[in-house]
């Protein structure tokens, strides 16, 4: 969990240190997707219509994958710590 954390928190920094470079050169998201042709109400709208269909795939999938995940993990002989 240790390591998860400070990974967190070296992607949080590196990403700050990023936006205030690209913000000293006079970039911003509403620039950027402006020269892509989409504004940002549209960038939000293909995100929450991706999402409308990536929830019910995954979860459609996590109907096979989660049992058999379940079964491995209760008839595969343990791992030992060396490996």
Known sequence: MNQFVTGLLKLLLASLIAGALMNLFGLSAEKILTSIGLTPLEAWEY?????AWAIPNVLLGA?????VW??????LPPRSSDE
Do not use: G
Request: charged residues 5%; positive net charge.
């Open 47 to 51: 995100l929450a219509r991706f999402i």
């Open 63 to 67: 109907v096979i994958i989660l049992p």
């Open 70 to 75: 379940f079964f491995a993990y209760l008839f």
